[in-house]
């Protein structure tokens, strides 16, 4: 019998409504999230990525509303929790680290009374083992002198502690899954690293499945074991790490590893773009939406594809893995090459 996986949404459509009309900023996301597992999801800003993290943490207010789709946490459907019953999951068995940490920290509250109240009241510890447990959890992170730091307030810390604090303070309830929301964007690169490092340790110690959104794909390449490339509101390809560096498929996710250096390459290379810009949710193309951008446009592509299975987990939405499109394409090759 297959094991139900820890996360599993489909069909997730949610969208904004605005003056100008409605802003179609997911249209229609399915993937999973097995135990343990670390899955990225990656894409341009505006392609969906945070507010699918927000929809699956029941985080979108007014003027947004998740429209359609189920999202289903250990066989549970999240979107048919009334309000107090999704309270007790969020920051207790989901947990999700925001991508700053300065204004996700109360500034008048010391950390050690926002690290206490969730412990408090998801896991029903006195102050004295609440205190016990933040200091513990401050500990893990590698924040040094904990019980003196527990007492102070967000602007003593510097960014990369916050950040610190901020994944301390998610995994201090041990949740089953972790959303962590650009972690790291707001760091410098040496802070990064350590905080990726501390990702991973962490990862390892506590078994704790974590979906890391993320623009930068070499943060991808070294946290995660799948990835899901998103554009449009859309999955444009998702796979494993090796499927997405080494044999992606989709025009887009091929853009994207062009536009990156290569470390270790061992000569100057040139970035190569993507030219053109991300379309517009207000009126989303019928079609592929990375149409207008792509070099390999054809007329079919103004017909939405579907997904094409490349392999376990390894799927595109692209016509070009049409075999039927392959063909027709290395047929016209053929006639069109001179004798």
């Not at 097995?34 to 507010?51: N, P, T």
């Not at 009126?283 to 939405?304: N, V």
């Amino acid at each position: 019998m297959q094991q139900e996986p820890l996360l599993r949404v489909d069909d997730l459509k949610t969208s904004f409504y605005t003056r100008d009309g409605e802003v179609q900023s997911v249209r229609g996301v399915s993937f999973v999230v097995g135990q343990g597992e670390v899955l990225g999801i990656v894409g341009e800003s505006g392609s969906g990525k945070s507010v699918t993290a927000k929809s699956i943490m029941s985080l979108i207010q007014p003027p947004g509303k998740i429209k359609s789709g189920e999202i289903r946490f250990q066989g549970r459907d999240l979107l048919k929790l009334s309000a107090n019953e999704f309270r007790a999951l969020r920051g207790n068995r989901l947990a999700m680290i925001f991508q700053d940490p300065m204004t996700s920290l109360n500034p008048v509250l010391t950390i050690g009374q926002q690290m206490t109240e969730v412990l408090i009241r998801h896991r029903r510890l006195g102050k004295g083992e609440a205190r016990a447990r933040a200091i513990d959890m401050l500990a893990l992170v590698g924040i040094p002198s904990p019980a003196q730091r527990l007492d102070q307030y967000p602007h003593e810390f510097s960014g990369g502690m916050r950040q610190r604090v901020m994944i301390a303070m998610a995994l201090s309830c041990e949740p089953e899954l972790l959303i962590a929301d650009e972690p790291t964007t707001a760091l410098d690169a040496t802070i990064q690293a350590q905080i990726l490092d501390l990702m991973k340790e962490l990862k390892e110690k506590t078994s704790t499945a974590i979906l890391l959104i993320t623009h930068d794909m070499g943060v991808v390449a070294q946290v995660c074991s799948h990835v899901i490339v998103m554009y449009g509101g859309l999955i444009m390809e998702e796979g494993t790490v090796e499927d997405i560096f080494y044999r992606a498929q989709h025009p887009y996710t091929q853009g994207l590893l062009r536009s990156i250096p290569k470390p270790g390459a061992g000569h100057k290379e040139r970035l190569v773009p993507i030219e053109g810009t991300t379309p517009s949710l207000l009126d989303p193309p019928k079609g592929c939406p990375f149409h207008d951008r792509c070099p390999h446009a054809m007329d079919i592509c103004l017909e939405r594809p579907p997904y094409f299975e490349l392999g376990e987990r390894h799927r595109s939405m692209c016509w070009l893995n049409d075999p039927k499109v392959k063909a027709e394409r290395t047929l016209t090759t053929d006639i069109m090459e001179p004798m």
